[in-house]
Structure formats: structure tokens, C-alpha cells
């Protein structure tokens, strides 16, 4: 007992530091080259399954489906191949329970032959679907939920929605999705419910623009229709939004919103939405974020700060100078943390707002492998932007709100993403939370960036972290930066995957070296250390 009293007094005496760090826990490798694609890779309730399409040897067109899989130690599979019909190419995917569904297209027209390939995980057999009396649209999404995919496009600059059964072949159009001035922002299925929920922003002849959620049945039958708008204030206008998962048939939908046809940033909108499509909405400004300027250095946040009270004392309107585009929302029983990533456009003060998936809630490219043309990769990019544009976006913060059930702040803080410059709007890094501890990881010049926040307050930021192995007795030779992806996984757990060469020993005792596709499976955690050790360290 004595020795308890005297641990405990020396924690209080003795000041600690919480010290944050990622660990390298498991690691899995299928054999690459390195102009190869790189694998895709999906969570599964069990692991992961990673997926591409190889050629054949030497001029051939023929094309190869490979994918394997692995659990949660990263323990792997052989791979699987599943031959491909000569010049097609993949242009879609989705996991729909054991079946793993990729959609082919002969060529670049939109018009052109379309084949899905379902595989049954469990045996490995492989059922072709063919495509038929579908519309010519340029596809966005492509989604399977009990044998019915759910095609999304643009035709015509419209949106459009079909839904394909894929045991009779029959197709049906969506109806009240193809009109002018429509954009949608999230397309979400919901297993359980056997619904799919389609969040899109229009506008109508007065160039007034609202939010629309619009729930349907796999029959196409329109279950439910939500226009969110700022009530009592048609001075603001809601551009975007996230859609959270049905609780009890109630929902949250969250994002930027702003002045109309003046700022588009002036805060975040919280809206409950019940389950007979009543809502409430509570709106965030500058005011209520008393900590947003903390990626900034001490100097300028407090002349920012300054400033700020200076036009809430004065009653001005608050306006976000760049753009605040919301990422993520992770709800827990009680909470909402919502990420956002600030940033400055190239192409103006303000990004564009009529584009489609402008929250980055585009499923093509999961696990941060967003915007990616490049060697080795998919031809998918960002929708709604011009690839010959050459924008580029310098991402000054990430900014962080707990919310409780009704909306209200709990914390806010920001991290600084040190002006970091891309040529991709897309999502900039990946979260974990639980409630207490947020861990926050990107990917910068073949590192990963290590920031922690307890409960709202920052105990780690940028800390960099080299890439490694788990084998102590190999090194890496090569890392094909533009194959790497980052995501969270679960719990505290992310998934790192890409290309490397690997040095190691041969049976002969001679070095080799081989070119690999892998997994990484990276674990963050905190712990509270003494001052004076973490000192020594």
C-alpha cells in the first residue's frame, strides 16, 4: 500500500510530458514491379483486400484482375487472378458483404461496352455481368448493395442516377436526381436499412441555392426528401455538407456555409434532421472557434486575434479569408468531431462551390489515393475541375470541433499543415478518436507527420516519422513516393501501403534486393512519461 501512496505522490510531484508515437506492428508483401499499378486497398470486417489490374508479359493489351487479402495481423493470401476481357479497363468498385464487385469499360467512351466482374470471396468464383440499356454518362460512382448496383454520372452536365440489377439485368433511371443546376455532393448506402441516401445542392431560378436529402428505396422509390435551408436567414446560404449515418432514423448533416453570392466562408452549420425530416440548424462562426488561429505563430495569431475582437466588438461580419471545407465527421455516442482543412486556391480567393463531391467524399480514390494520375496509378481525378488547370492549393491548418448531440462547441483547436502546397483539393490527412485522444497523420516527402491532441489541447505537432520495417535486419532501399496511401483502419490503428525495394541477405550471404508492394499495419499511441526522462530521450 505504501508503495502505491509513494507511485501516486511521485506522479503529482514530478511534472510529465505526454509523449506520442506511432509504432510499425505488421507488415505483408506481394512481389512487384515497379512500374506496375498499384494495388487498391479496401477494409474488410476481417482485414483488408487490395486489388489492381496487371498486363500481361511483353506488348500484350491482355489485362489480369490480382487481388489478395489479409486479417487484421496483416497475415496474407496468395494472389488471385481473374482473367479480363482484352481493352478494358477498370473504372469502378465496391465491396458489397464476401463479393468484391470491379467494374470494366472497353475504351474511353461513356458509350462503350461496360462488364462487372463479381467475385465470391469465399470460393473465389468469378460471375460476368454485362452492362446493357444503361445511359452514356460520365461515371462517378459506382455502388453494390444486396445485387443491385447503383450507377451515378453526369450526362449532359446533369447528374444521374440508375440502378442495375445484377441477377435479371433489368435497369431503372432514378427519378427527381437529372435536372439543371443540381450537384451532388454524397452518395451513401446503408446496408442495414437497405437504403441509399444522394445529398445534393440546387439551385433555383432565383440562383438561390439549397441543400436536398433525398433517401430511396433499391425499387428507386423515393422514401424521403429533405430540404435543408438557413431558416430565418436568407442572407446565408448552405453550400456543402457531410451526411452522417442514420440513429434511430435521425441524422446530422454538417459543413461550411456563407453569405450568398458574397463569402462562402463564414463558419460551420450543424443540422439535426428527425426522423419525420424536421431539422434545426446552429451556425458556427469565428467567433465561437477560440482556438483557430493557433496554427499560426505566436505573433500573428494574436494580431489575428486582435482583429477578431476587434469586429465582434464592433459587430462586423466574420468571414474565413480562405477556404474551410469539411473532411470528416466521426460520431460517437454522444459527440461529433469534425475535421476540416483549411486552405488557399491558386485559382482565387475562394474555391469553386458548383462542383461535384466538392467535400472529397469521392469513393473512387479511398484511402487517400485521391486525385492520383500518376505512373502507376488509376486515371481518376478530382470531379468538377479542370486536370489542365494546373491549380494549386497551399493547406495552412487543420481544424478540429467537438460537438455535443445539439450542436454545441465542446473544443475547438487547429493544427498548422505548414503551408504545404499540392496540386490536389483533396482530403490532406487521416484521424483517430476516441473520444479523448485525436491522432492525426499525413504523408509529406516519403514521412509521415505525426500530430496529437488530449481532449482538445495540442501535446504534439508535425512530429515526422521515417518510414521502417519490421524486419530490424532489412532496409529500404527505395520508396515510390506517389504509390503511398495513408488511412485510418480502426480503433487506433492505420494502414500504410505503396512500393519499395528492400535490401536484405540472401541464403548465399550476398545482398538483394526486391521490389515489393506492401502493407504496413502503424499503431499511434500516448503515454505520460516524466519531464526529465523525456528530456533524456
Given at each position: 500500500m505504501n508503495k502505491f501512496i509513494g507511485?501516486?505522490?511521485?506522479?503529482?510531484?514530478?511534472?510529465?510530458?505526454?509523449?506520442?508515437?506511432?509504432?510499425?506492428?505488421?507488415?505483408?508483401?506481394?512481389?512487384?514491379?515497379?512500374?506496375?499499378?498499384?494495388?487498391?486497398?479496401?477494409?474488410?470486417?476481417?482485414?483488408?483486400?487490395?486489388?489492381?489490374?496487371?498486363?500481361?508479359?511483353?506488348?500484350?493489351?491482355?489485362?489480369?484482375?490480382?487481388?489478395?487479402?489479409?486479417?487484421?495481423?496483416?497475415?496474407?493470401?496468395?494472389?488471385?487472378?481473374?482473367?479480363?476481357?482484352?481493352?478494358?479497363?477498370?473504372?469502378?468498385?465496391?465491396l458489397d458483404e464476401e463479393y468484391l464487385y470491379t467494374l470494366f469499360q472497353k475504351g474511353e467512351s461513356y458509350a462503350n461496352e461496360k462488364i462487372v466482374y463479381e467475385i465470391n470471396l469465399t470460393n473465389h468464383r468469378v460471375r460476368e455481368v454485362k452492362l446493357e440499356n444503361i445511359l452514356e454518362m460520365e461515371l462517378q460512382e459506382f455502388l453494390i448493395m444486396d445485387k443491385k448496383a447503383i450507377l451515378m454520372g453526369m450526362m449532359d452536365y446533369r447528374p444521374a442516377i440508375q440502378l442495375l440489377d445484377t441477377e435479371t439485368g433489368s435497369v431503372l433511371t432514378v427519378q427527381g436526381i437529372y435536372a439543371n443546376e443540381v450537384s451532388i455532393l454524397q452518395l451513401r448506402k446503408d446496408p442495414v436499412l437497405k437504403v441509399f441516401d444522394v445529398l445534393v445542392s440546387k439551385r433555383d431560378r432565383y440562383k438561390k441555392r439549397s441543400l436536398s436529402i433525398m433517401t430511396f428505396d433499391l425499387e428507386g422509390n423515393k422514401l424521403r426528401e429533405v430540404k435543408v435551408e438557413p431558416e430565418n436567414r436568407p442572407d446565408l446560404e448552405i453550400v456543402e455538407g457531410i451526411l452522417t449515418s442514420m440513429?434511430?432514423?435521425?441524422?446530422?448533416?454538417?459543413?461550411?456555409?456563407?453569405?450568398?453570392?458574397?463569402?462562402?466562408?463564414?463558419?460551420?452549420?450543424?443540422?439535426?434532421?428527425?426522423?419525420?425530416?424536421?431539422?434545426?440548424?446552429?451556425?458556427?462562426?469565428?467567433?465561437?472557434?477560440?482556438?483557430?488561429?493557433?496554427?499560426?505563430?505566436?505573433?500573428?495569431?494574436?494580431?489575428?486575434?486582435?482583429?477578431?475582437?476587434?469586429?465582434?466588438?464592433?459587430?462586423?461580419?466574420?468571414?474565413?479569408?480562405?477556404?474551410?471545407?469539411?473532411?470528416?465527421?466521426?460520431?460517437?455516442?454522444?459527440?461529433?468531431?469534425?475535421?476540416?482543412?483549411?486552405?488557399?486556391?491558386?485559382?482565387?480567393?475562394?474555391?469553386?462551390?458548383?462542383?461535384?463531391?466538392?467535400?472529397?467524399?469521392?469513393?473512387?480514390?479511398?484511402?487517400?489515393?485521391?486525385?492520383?494520375?500518376?505512373?502507376?496509378?488509376?486515371?481518376?481525378?478530382?470531379?468538377?475541375?479542370?486536370?489542365?488547370?494546373?491549380?494549386?492549393?497551399?493547406?495552412?491548418?487543420?481544424?478540429?470541433?467537438?460537438?455535443?448531440?445539439?450542436?454545441?462547441?465542446?473544443?475547438?483547436?487547429?493544427?498548422?499543415?505548414?503551408?504545404?502546397?499540392?496540386?490536389?483539393?483533396?482530403?490532406?490527412?487521416?484521424?483517430?478518436?476516441?473520444?479523448?485522444?485525436?491522432?492525426?497523420?499525413?504523408?509529406?516527402?516519403?514521412?509521415?507527420?505525426?500530430?496529437?491532441?488530449?481532449?482538445?489541447e495540442i501535446e504534439l505537432e508535425n512530429e515526422p516519422v521515417e518510414l521502417a520495417l519490421i524486419d530490424e535486419e532489412e532496409r529500404i532501399k527505395d520508396t515510390q513516393g506517389e504509390s503511398l496511401s495513408l488511412s485510418w483502419w480502426y480503433g487506433d490503428y492505420f494502414l500504410l501501403s505503396g512500393k519499395q525495394r528492400i535490401r536484405y541477405l540472401g541464403d548465399s550471404g550476398k545482398e538483394e534486393i526486391r521490389e515489393v508492394f506492401f502493407l504496413t499495419k502503424i499503431q499511434a499511441n500516448a503515454s505520460l512519461i516524466p519531464e526529465e526522462e523525456a528530456e533524456e530521450e
Open positions: 507511485l501516486f505522490f511521485l506522479m503529482v510531484v514530478l511534472p510529465v510530458v505526454v509523449v506520442a508515437q506511432v509504432q510499425f506492428t505488421n507488415r505483408a508483401e506481394v512481389p512487384s514491379e515497379w512500374d506496375d499499378r498499384d494495388y487498391l486497398v479496401l477494409p474488410t470486417r476481417d482485414g483488408t483486400i487490395a486489388f489492381r489490374t496487371k498486363a500481361a508479359k511483353g506488348f500484350s493489351l491482355e489485362q489480369r484482375l490480382q487481388y489478395f487479402f489479409t486479417d487484421r495481423d496483416l497475415r496474407g493470401s496468395k494472389v488471385y487472378e481473374v482473367p479480363v476481357k482484352d481493352y478494358f479497363d477498370l473504372i469502378g468498385f465496391d440513429d434511430d432514423y435521425s441524422q446530422v448533416l454538417i459543413g461550411p456555409y456563407g453569405q450568398r453570392k458574397r463569402d462562402p466562408n463564414m463558419g460551420v452549420y450543424f443540422t439535426r434532421i428527425n426522423e419525420f425530416g424536421e431539422y434545426e440548424n446552429r451556425f458556427l462562426t469565428l467567433a465561437d472557434f477560440q482556438h483557430f488561429y493557433n496554427y499560426l505563430p505566436e505573433k500573428q495569431k494574436a494580431r489575428r486575434e486582435r482583429k477578431l475582437a476587434r469586429d465582434i466588438e464592433k459587430e462586423r461580419d466574420l468571414v474565413l479569408p480562405n477556404t474551410l471545407v469539411t473532411r470528416e465527421i466521426v460520431a460517437g455516442n454522444n459527440y461529433f468531431l469534425v475535421y476540416n482543412d483549411y486552405y488557399l486556391t491558386s485559382s482565387g480567393r475562394f474555391s469553386p462551390r458548383d462542383m461535384m463531391y466538392s467535400s472529397d467524399f469521392y469513393r473512387y480514390a479511398p484511402l487517400s489515393m485521391r486525385n492520383r494520375v500518376v505512373p502507376g496509378g488509376y486515371p481518376w481525378d478530382y470531379p468538377g475541375t479542370d486536370v489542365m488547370s494546373n491549380n494549386e492549393y497551399k493547406f495552412m491548418a487543420a481544424q478540429f470541433l467537438l460537438l455535443d448531440e445539439e450542436g454545441q462547441i465542446l473544443w475547438d483547436n487547429s493544427l498548422s499543415l505548414k503551408d504545404v502546397t499540392t496540386t490536389s483539393p483533396g482530403k490532406f490527412g487521416e484521424v483517430s478518436f476516441d473520444g479523448s485522444n485525436l491522432f492525426y497523420l499525413y504523408l509529406e516527402d516519403e514521412k509521415l507527420q505525426l500530430s496529437y491532441l488530449h481532449n482538445g
